[in-house]
């Protein structure tokens, strides 16, 4: 499959701060990519750097196999961060002036205005619009030139309930279209409905990458009780078929592979000469799987 | 080359749009039309006559070039403005991520300085005429053109004055501190930097090379050499009499300016290339 983009070992360093360290990835045409990690984790710096609006401290990336900065960027519609226009700007010159910067056709900014619903405030001036407005209107923006590729950091930002649907559909409707899409987020929740593959930063390093549902699956989970806990302790260490998680009041916490079930362990526990007095199934959600791995615990 | 036509189109759309920029240009233009209107109306107070001569032909030149670069520092604030908006409104960060290079977001901000300089050598140019024709006892075509030339310094002034407020705009960020240094450095900074400085260096410091391209016109010779006629007398002038410095020839200021615009050229380049924004 065609790579589109090409992330080779970058860093950038702001004084003693390391903000993206030595971070390597490849997207490939058609991948539909959540960059996901805490505040601070890195996620902006990295798109910035490979939107070439900062200079990185080392190592390389390339888009469309061998292209970097203005050449790449008019091939891509991008959003970083908050909404960036002109305030005393109305709503359709500040569209064209990104379609004049693109190299697109005018002609398109009625279109991307219907799409996010904003074609009746097309004479509005920027800074009467709602935060919400304005995200959509940046939303817009990325859309304008039909750009093959989207990277989009936290699109959802500052938008009610409805418009984080509406603004998700959008995203999924292009994404139905083939385009490849990365998308920054510290929600996980907004990835794992949107993307399919996932990079996970932590510190400015990528801590795990692969498919969403590879990495973060809601496994059973169980609550064991025993008059002996530190017997019971030992015993799971040695069933391959269970993943000791800690220890909550008194009680273990237990994580099972898929398809062992809570009765065959109770079984098994049983054959090994322990009866257990509580086994309670947890259910794991994948918000607490991701703060697991980015090392933040949550009680679950 | 189409790509940096788009690039230029945008420009004027955001620059002609901006409110700011109609205000100070209209202010630019009434400020130096109302002084060299009611400049004329003075009688010299020891001459006792008009300052007419001084917007005749030829004199109209010098003396327009003269009173135009008093506001050229509006043009200069004007571009830090410019530029500025674009750091507040982190504009230059939406245009590269949109395609724009970092040297086209220079270009276009140069274009835009140039078209300013143009237009106010435009100003002074029909002004010049109007006032010339006015206040000329006898029109000849030599009276006319023969000091134009000095009005064409002004625009490469008007144009080092932008490039200056453009270098501090994009060092400083804000407009702000960009503006309140700016207008320091024409005055205490740089007279007292000079200070320390033997004359044949201090001349070639950049506001001094910058202010000496339009130099006072020596007013005192003008009204004097009007009165020739009626007593016989040689003419007095500012200059014989010391009141005027000696200075570089307007030749070499040009010269050595457009070196200081390659300077801020490139120093702001420097700037813009190596800038995360």
């Given at each position: 499959?065609?790579?589109?983009?090409?992330?080779?070992?970058?860093?950038?360093?702001?004084?003693?701060?390391?903000?993206?360290?030595?971070?390597?990835?490849?997207?490939?045409?058609?991948?539909?990519?959540?960059?996901?990690?805490?505040?601070?984790?890195?996620?902006?710096?990295?798109?910035?750097?490979?939107?070439?609006?900062?200079n990185?401290?080392?190592?390389?990336?390339?888009?469309?196999?061998?292209?970097?900065?203005?050449?790449?960027?008019?091939?891509?519609?991008?959003?970083?961060?908050?909404?960036?226009?002109?305030?005393?700007?109305?709503?359709?010159?500040?569209?064209?002036?990104?379609?004049?910067?693109?190299?697109?056709?005018?002609?398109?900014?009625?279109?991307?205005?219907?799409?996010?619903?904003?074609?009746?405030?097309?004479?509005?001036?920027?800074?009467?619009?709602?935060?919400?407005?304005?995200?959509?209107?940046?939303?817009?923006?990325?859309?304008?030139?039909?750009?093959?590729?989207?990277?989009?950091?936290?699109?959802?930002?500052?938008?009610?309930?409805?418009?984080?649907?509406?603004?998700?559909?959008?995203?999924?409707?292009?994404?139905?279209?083939?385009?490849?899409?990365?998308?920054?987020?510290?929600?996980?929740?907004?990835?794992?409905?949107?993307?399919?593959?996932?990079?996970?930063?932590?510190?400015?390093?990528?801590?795990?990458?692969?498919?969403?549902?590879?990495?973060?699956?809601?496994?059973?989970?169980?609550?064991?009780?025993?008059?002996?806990?530190?017997?019971?302790?030992?015993?799971?260490?040695?069933?391959?078929?269970?993943?000791?998680?800690?220890?909550?009041?008194?009680?273990?916490?237990?994580?099972?592979?898929?398809?062992?079930?809570?009765?065959?362990?109770?079984?098994?526990?049983?054959?090994?000469?322990?009866?257990?007095?509580?086994?309670?199934?947890?259910?794991?959600?994948?918000?607490?799987?991701?703060?697991?791995?980015?090392?933040?615990?949550?009680?679950? | 080359?189409?790509?940096?036509?788009?690039?230029?189109?945008?420009?004027?759309?955001?620059?002609?749009?901006?409110?700011?920029?109609?205000?100070?240009?209209?202010?630019?233009?009434?400020?130096?039309?109302?002084?060299?209107?009611?400049?004329?109306?003075?009688?010299?107070?020891?001459?006792?006559?008009?300052?007419?001569?001084?917007?005749?032909?030829?004199?109209?030149?010098?003396?327009?070039?003269?009173?135009?670069?008093?506001?050229?520092?509006?043009?200069?604030?004007?571009?830090?403005?410019?530029?500025?908006?674009?750091?507040?409104?982190?504009?230059f960060?939406?245009?590269?991520?949109?395609?724009?290079?970092r040297?086209?977001?220079?270009?276009?901000?140069?274009?835009?300085?140039?078209?300013?300089?143009?237009?106010?050598?435009?100003?002074?140019?029909?002004?010049?005429?109007?006032?010339?024709?006015?206040?000329?006892?006898?029109?000849?075509?030599?009276?006319?053109?023969?000091?134009?030339?000095?009005?064409?310094?002004?625009?490469?002034?008007?144009?080092?004055?932008?490039?200056?407020?453009?270098?501090?705009?994009f060092?400083?960020?804000?407009?702000?501190?960009?503006?309140?240094?700016?207008?320091?450095?024409?005055?205490?900074?740089?007279?007292?930097?000079?200070?320390?400085?033997?004359?044949?260096?201090?001349?070639?410091?950049?506001?001094?090379?910058?202010?000496?391209?339009?130099?006072?016109?020596?007013?005192?010779?003008?009204?004097?050499?009007?009165?020739?006629?009626?007593?016989?007398?040689?003419?007095?002038?500012?200059?014989?009499?010391?009141?005027?410095?000696?200075?570089?020839?307007?030749?070499?200021?040009?010269?050595?300016?457009?070196?200081?615009?390659?300077?801020?050229?490139?120093?702001?380049?420097?700037i813009v290339d190596r800038r995360n924004f």
């Amino acid at each position: 499959m065609e790579t589109i983009l090409n992330v080779n070992s970058i860093s950038k360093v702001f004084g003693s701060i390391t903000a993206v360290d030595r971070l390597s990835f490849s997207v490939h045409r058609g991948d539909v990519v959540g960059v996901l990690g805490p505040n601070g984790s890195g996620k902006t710096t990295t798109l910035s750097i490979i939107l070439s609006v900062i200079n990185a401290s080392s190592g390389d990336f390339s888009w469309f196999n061998g292209l970097k900065g203005e050449v790449a960027n008019r091939r891509i519609g991008s959003l970083l961060e908050v909404p960036y226009f002109y305030p005393y700007l109305n709503l359709e010159r500040n569209l064209m002036i990104t379609a004049l910067a693109r190299g697109a056709g005018e002609n398109d900014i009625p279109r991307v205005l219907d799409e996010v619903g904003l074609l009746k405030r097309s004479k509005s001036a920027f800074y009467t619009l709602s935060l919400g407005m304005k995200q959509r209107l940046a939303i817009a923006s990325t859309l304008i030139g039909d750009p093959e590729v989207l990277v989009l950091d936290e699109p959802t930002n500052g938008l009610d309930p409805e418009g984080i649907a509406e603004v998700r559909d959008i995203i999924k409707n292009q994404a139905l279209k083939g385009k490849t899409i990365i998308m920054a987020s510290h929600i996980l929740d907004e990835v794992e409905k949107v993307c399919p593959n996932v990079i996970i930063l932590k510190k400015g390093k990528c801590i795990a990458s692969g498919k969403v549902a590879e990495l973060l699956s809601e496994k059973q989970v169980v609550l064991i009780e025993s008059d002996d806990i530190e017997i019971l302790t030992i015993q799971l260490g040695q069933n391959s078929n269970c993943k000791l998680l800690g220890r909550e009041n008194g009680k273990l916490l237990v994580e099972l592979k898929d398809n062992y079930s809570p009765s065959a362990l109770n079984n098994w526990l049983f054959s090994c000469g322990i009866s257990v007095n509580r086994l309670e199934p947890r259910h794991r959600t994948l918000e607490s799987q991701f703060l697991e791995l980015v090392g933040k615990p949550e009680n679950i | 080359m189409n790509s940096m036509k788009k690039i230029l189109k945008l420009e004027f759309i955001k620059t002609l749009n901006y409110p700011g920029f109609k205000t100070i240009i209209i202010l630019h233009a009434a400020l130096f039309v109302l002084v060299v209107t009611i400049a004329p109306q003075f009688k010299h107070p020891m001459l006792k006559m008009g300052l007419e001569k001084l917007v005749s032909f030829p004199y109209v030149w010098a003396t327009f070039s003269w009173v135009g670069s008093w506001f050229n520092i509006l043009l200069g604030i004007l571009a830090i403005i410019l530029v500025g908006n674009e750091h507040q409104f982190r504009m230059f960060r939406k245009q590269i991520l949109d395609g724009v290079s970092r040297s086209q977001l220079l270009y276009a901000k140069m274009v835009v300085m140039l078209t300013l300089a143009l237009y106010a050598l435009a100003l002074i140019l029909l002004s010049g005429i109007v006032f010339g024709i006015i206040y000329s006892e006898s029109i000849s075509f030599s009276g006319i053109f023969d000091k134009m030339p000095l009005v064409f310094v002004l625009f490469i002034q008007s144009f080092a004055y932008m490039m200056l407020g453009m270098l501090f705009a994009f060092i400083f960020k804000s407009n702000a501190i960009s503006i309140v240094t700016y207008i320091l450095f024409f005055f205490p900074v740089e007279p007292i930097l000079r200070a320390f400085f033997p004359d044949s260096i201090d001349k070639f410091f950049p506001v001094k090379i910058i202010s000496n391209l339009t130099p006072l016109p020596d007013f005192l010779e003008i009204v004097s050499k009007s009165m020739i006629q009626v007593n016989g007398k040689a003419p007095a002038s500012l200059h014989s009499m010391g009141l005027l410095p000696d200075s570089l020839s307007v030749l070499v200021s040009t010269l050595v300016c457009i070196g200081y615009i390659v300077v801020f050229y490139y120093a702001t380049k420097l700037i813009v290339d190596r800038r995360n924004f």
